[in-house]
């Protein structure tokens, strides 16, 4: 008597359940702000390694993202393999999850990536069904050449070419949302189109966990404070499972100072964004460590509320931000963006706090006691102090 063989029967995820994979902004390291397009299986895993060691596992970092570049070529029946940067995507993938963390790849909707490697176009649900085999748990998608795809289409009917490549773009993203879905394995879904069309108002509709807002970040107090400090007025579209994206950490990367690290670190918590470190983990200083894992900057980020945080008082170059917090704390940023020490006040109204708050100062680690209707800190050039009120 033969016996039937029963097909793998695979569940397709609900869209609801899309927004379970990241109730708070999605922690851990991506390859690229580092390695860029040297990056190799080894450093993948000496991430891995260093993840745990340094302790920032523990801290919450738990994706392992490798970022463009490990693509190869379709074989005859489409499936994408790895380039020899990358031997085996299944055994890196198994030796991330052996350590407790989760796996992250990238890939395009269009033909190919930003770095000219493979895209998925056209393989969709191929490509999908291969990062679920390889045990993938979050995919960064990236338009990159999509965008003359959209722009050929535009081309062939001006008059209505804004929205030809706004719904173009809207469908690449709806489709591999639903091919991963239909994997049945969960994954974070991460938009990367450099903020265009408000991709805030629809991301989170069609699936998006997050997006990001801007352009590639560098690791230049400029590029950064500009980012972060343009997030300004899009609070609102945030909350759990579904973030704005400033983009990927630089801490650690080199070309600022640690008070303009601090201030990166601290902008990034009270926007409630990805932490995702960009540096080389194999090779952190103490400095660099004290940044990435201080617990309040990162419970700030992670505050189960899912608030994003907003500005609510700017003077030339000085701002106050602030993140109401679960618990009915309130997390403020008092930033100081010129070349000059100065002293910056937070009147606690402003900030959504009683008139009577305790205040803890973060990165000093200290409760500076009870304050009344506002607090003023000097703070440093390019710096900031980081505060708790209670
Ligand atoms: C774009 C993205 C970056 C990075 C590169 C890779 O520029 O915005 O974050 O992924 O592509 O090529």
């Known amino acids: 008597m033969k016996f039937l063989r029963l097909l793998p029967f695979v569940v397709a995820l609900p869209l609801a359940a899309q927004q379970r994979v990241a109730l708070t902004p999605p922690m851990g390291w991506n390859s690229w702000n580092h390695f860029a397009g040297r990056v190799t299986d080894a450093d993948v895993r000496a991430a891995a390694d260093a993840i745990v060691s340094s302790g920032m596992k523990d801290a919450g970092y738990i994706y392992v993202n490798i970022d463009d570049t490990w693509e190869g070529k379709r074989d005859a029946s489409g499936v994408l393999h790895t380039n020899e940067k990358f031997p085996d995507m299944k055994a890196l993938g198994d030796y991330i999850h052996s350590k407790g963390l989760k796996f992250g790849i990238y890939s395009s909707p269009g033909p190919q990536t930003c770095a000219r490697f493979e ?14 085999e390889w045990g993938v748990d979050y995919i960064k998608y990236d338009l990159c050449s999509y965008r003359t795809i959209m722009r050929e289409a535009a081309a062939k009917d001006p008059a209505n070419g804004e929205k030809i490549q706004s719904d173009l773009m809207r469908q690449a993203y709806q489709k591999i949302s639903d091919a991963i879905r239909k994997t049945g394995r969960p994954m974070v879904l991460s938009l990367c189109q450099y903020g265009w069309d408000e991709v805030w108002t629809w991301a989170p509709a069609l699936g998006g966990n997050l997006w990001r807002t801007t ?176």
């Open 215 to 390: 352009g590639d970040i560098s690791d230049s107090y400029l590029s950064m404070s500009q980012i972060g400090f343009s997030q300004a007025g899009l609070s609102k579209y945030a909350g759990p499972g579904h973030w704005n994206d400033p983009d990927m950490l630089e801490v650690g990367n080199g070309r600022m100072t640690a008070e303009e690290y601090r201030t990166h670190m601290s902008l990034w918590s009270l926007l409630a964004a990805p932490l995702l470190a960009g540096n080389d983990l194999s090779k952190m200083s103490d400095e660099t460590k004290s940044i990435l894992l201080n617990k309040e900057a990162i419970a700030i980020d992670q505050d189960a509320l899912g608030k994003q945080g907003d500005r609510v008082w700017a003077k030339g170059a000085l701002e106050v931000w602030a993140k109401p917090l679960s618990n009915g704390k309130v997390a403020v940023g008092l930033f100081n963006r010129s070349l000059e020490a100065a002293p910056v006040s937070v009147r606690f109204a402003d900030a959504g706090a009683k008139s009577s708050a305790k205040v803890r100062d973060v990165w000093a680690g200290k409760d500076l006691g009870t304050k009344q209707g506002s607090y003023t800190a000097n703070v440093a050039p390019h710096g900031v102090v980081l505060l708790i009120l209670e």
């Open 119 to 132: 895209g998925s176009y056209q393989h969709e649900e191929q490509d999908a069904k291969t990062w679920a």
